[in-house]
C-alpha cells in the first residue's frame, strides 16, 4: 500500500447556504445537549446509500451502546458542501456535535492544526485499533504522532460510471481505455443525441480534472500538485487542462446547479451514458434499485486508485464524550465496518475483512486496492487542506461558465503557492 500523506493546512472561510436534513431518529431525545446519552453524530449522508450506510452503523451503535442514543445531525449536500459550512460556524460558535465526519489526511490536519480536536492514541490502544487500519492510512490520521480521528472507509473517486444500454445503443462495444478512446465514445454518444457526459457541480468537476490530471500526468506527478513538487504552472498542465475543456464540451449545460445524484439520475433514467463519480455511487444505484449500470477506472488512470476514507473525531468540548467514544469504538470494529460497509459502496480500512461478505463491486474494488497505485483526492480531503480545496473549486466554477483555460491554469498555480508547503 502505497500512501501520501497529504498536504498542510489552511482554515476555510466559505459563505453559508444551507440544506439541514437533521431529522431526529432516535425516537425521542430533540434538544442537544439536554440529554447525556444523545451522541450527535454529524455527517452528510442523508439520502440513498450513503443514508443506507449510516442505518447500518446505527445498528451496530444500538447493539454495541444500548444506554445511549443516536441523534441523526445529518445535514444534506454532496461531500460535504453544505455541511462543512455548517460544522464551521457551529465549531467557531463553541457548539461541536458530538463527533463530525471528517476526511482523513489534510482536511483533518485542519481541524487537528485548529486544535478543534482531541487525541485519540490510548483509545486506539484500549481498543486494539494500532494493528486493525493500515500504517498508510494511519499515518493520514495522525499528526506529532497522536492520532485523531478513527476512519470507517476506504471510498475510490476515479471511478466512470456508465449505463449499459445507453452505452452499447450508441455503438460502444469496448470500455474506453485512455482519453483518445473516451472522446470516440463520447462522440459516438453525442451522435445518438444523449448527454454523453453527466456532470454536476464544483467539486463534482473538481474531481473530473483531477481523472484528467491522473491521465496525463501520471499518478506520480499527479501526487506532486498536493506536495509542491509538480508545478501547476508546467506544460503538462496546459495539456490536461485542453483535454479537461474538449471534456466539458460534452457534459451537460446545467451542470453548476447539479449535485452528483442529479447528473446520477441522467445516466439513470437513460439520459446520459456516463458519469465520472465516487464508488458511493455503487451503493446509492443499488438502493435506488437500477440494475444497468457498469463501472470502470477513468480511461488512461491504469491501476490508479485514488483513495479517501470517511473518519469520526472526538471534537474538543463535545457534548457526551463517553457515549461518542462508544460510537468511534463501533465504527473502528469489524462489526461496525462490515454493517456500514456492506451498504455505502466503499471498503472497510480495517484490514482483516472477508471479501465474501461484500457485494460484488466492494470485491473487486478491494482487490484494486491491494494491487492498485494509491493516489490521494483533492476533492475530498486526502490530498487538500481546506482553503486549497476551497480556492481550486472555484477557480473550476468559474471556468466552468468563462472556459477560460488560461485563467483556470493561472489560478490554480496561485492557490498551490498560497496553500501548498513544498516538501
Ligand atoms: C464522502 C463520501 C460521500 C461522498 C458524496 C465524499 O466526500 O467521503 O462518504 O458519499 O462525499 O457525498
Not at 318 to 334: I, M, R, Y
Amino acid at each position: 500500500m502505497r500512501f501520501t500523506k497529504g498536504a498542510a493546512v489552511a482554515a476555510a472561510g466559505l459563505a453559508v447556504s444551507l440544506l439541514v436534513a437533521g431529522c431526529d431518529t432516535s425516537g425521542g431525545a430533540t434538544a442537544t445537549g439536554g440529554n447525556t446519552k444523545e451522541v450527535e453524530v454529524f455527517t452528510w449522508w442523508a439520502d440513498g446509500g450513503e443514508k443506507a450506510g449510516l442505518d447500518g452503523l446505527v445498528g451496530q451503535f444500538k447493539t454495541d451502546c444500548a444506554k445511549f442514543e443516536f441523534k441523526n445531525g445529518a445535514v444534506a449536500g454532496g461531500a460535504g458542501a453544505n455541511a462543512k459550512q455548517v460544522l464551521a460556524s457551529r465549531l467557531q460558535t463553541n457548539d461541536p456535535p458530538s463527533t463530525f465526519q471528517a476526511h482523513a489526511g489534510a482536511e483533518l490536519t485542519d481541524y487537528i492544526k485548529a486544535g478543534q480536536v482531541e487525541d485519540l492514541s490510548a483509545d486506539y490502544k484500549t481498543w486494539g485499533l494500532d494493528a486493525a487500519f493500515p500504517k498508510g492510512l494511519l499515518d493520514s490520521l495522525t499528526v506529532d504522532g497522536k492520532v485523531y480521528s478513527v476512519p470507517a472507509n476506504i471510498h475510490r473517486a476515479n471511478v466512470l460510471w456508465s449505463n449499459k444500454k445507453v452505452v452499447a445503443a450508441a455503438g460502444i462495444t469496448a470500455a474506453p481505455k485512455n482519453l483518445t478512446e473516451l472522446f470516440a465514445a463520447l462522440d459516438k454518444l453525442k451522435a445518438k443525441g444523449v448527454t454523453p457526459l453527466a456532470l454536476g457541480k464544483d467539486w463534482t468537476q473538481l474531481m473530473l480534472l483531477e481523472s484528467v490530471l491522473i491521465s496525463d500526468l501520471g499518478p506520480d506527478k499527479f501526487k506532486g500538485l498536493w506536495d509542491g513538487s509538480t508545478d501547476f504552472a508546467s506544460a503538462d498542465v496546459t495539456k490536461a487542462l485542453g483535454d479537461y475543456k474538449k471534456l466539458i464540451g460534452y457534459a451537460n449545460k446545467d451542470r453548476d446547479t447539479f449535485d452528483w445524484t442529479d447528473a446520477e439520475k441522467l445516466v439513470m433514467d437513460g439520459k446520459a451514458g456516463y458519469q465520472l463519480m465516487g464508488d458511493w455511487e455503487a451503493a446509492d444505484l443499488d438502493t435506488k434499485g437500477f440494475k444497468d449500470y457498469d463501472h470502470i477506472a477513468f480511461p488512461g488512470n491504469d491501476t490508479a486508485f485514488q483513495w479517501l476514507a470517511d473518519s469520526f473525531v472526538l471534537p474538543k468540548g463535545g457534548k457526551n464524550p463517553e457515549g461518542t467514544k462508544c460510537w468511534l469504538k463501533t465504527v473502528g470494529s469489524a462489526a461496525g465496518q462490515k454493517a456500514f460497509n456492506t451498504k455505502k459502496g466503499s471498503i472497510p480500512a480495517r484490514t482483516d475483512a472477508t471479501a465474501a461478505d461484500y457485494p460484488a463491486y466492494q470485491q473487486s474494488a478491494m482487490a484494486e486496492w491491494k494491487t492498485g497505485v494509491v493516489v490521494p483526492s483533492c476533492a475530498h480531503g486526502s490530498a487538500c487542506s481546506q482553503g486549497m480545496q476551497g480556492a481550486v473549486a472555484s477557480a473550476i466554477g468559474k471556468f466552468s461558465s468563462d472556459q477560460d483555460a488560461a485563467a483556470l491554469q493561472k489560478a490554480l498555480s496561485e492557490a498551490q503557492k498560497q496553500f501548498v508547503t513544498k516538501k
